[in-house]
């Protein structure tokens, strides 16, 4: 196995468990707002909604980089880098909601950074 595959191996898998989680997120933040209310959590920035369709989009873009991360593409590695970094920002949103969560979000979304900035450039010296 060559060296740091298996961080592309994780970012890749990370980015595709994070969008279909932001995509359920986002999904549930808009049509069952209530269930996230019922925490009275106070928002910065927005509401409830607002940040479901953060989620949904957000969550839609970690997906197509997660398949561009796959095929080997650059697209996937300077998306996933970018859309990593803003989930950082958005976790601190959720923070008020879903705390201990939000926390291993971000971390796990650190180690996805690491894996495509320092390992994810592999693919086309291969």
């Known amino acids: 196995m060559e060296r740091g595959l298996g961080w592309i191996l994780f970012a890749w898998l990370m980015l595709l ?3 279909v989680i932001s995509v359920i997120d986002g999904i549930s933040a808009l049509a069952y707002s209530a269930f996230f209310a019922d925490y009275g959590a106070r928002f910065v920035a927005g509401n409830i909604r607002i940040w479901g369709w953060i989620a949904l989009v957000m969550g839609i873009v970690e997906i197509v980089a997660a398949i561009s ?3 080997g ?3 996937g590695r300077v ?3 970018v859309i990593a970094a803003f989930s ?3 976790q601190l ?3 008020p909601i879903v705390p201990l969560w939000a926390l291993i ?3 796990l979304a650190i180690l996805v950074i ?3 900035t320092v390992h994810g450039g592999r693919g086309k010296e291969a």
């Open 17 to 19: 468990v994070a969008g």
């Open 69 to 71: 991360v796959w095929r």
């Open 73 to 75: 593409g650059e697209f």
């Open 79 to 81: 998306a996933g880098i």
């Open 88 to 90: 950082i920002f958005v």
């Open 93 to 95: 949103f959720w923070i």
């Open 105 to 107: 979000s971000m971390v």
């Open 114 to 116: 690491y894996g495509l």
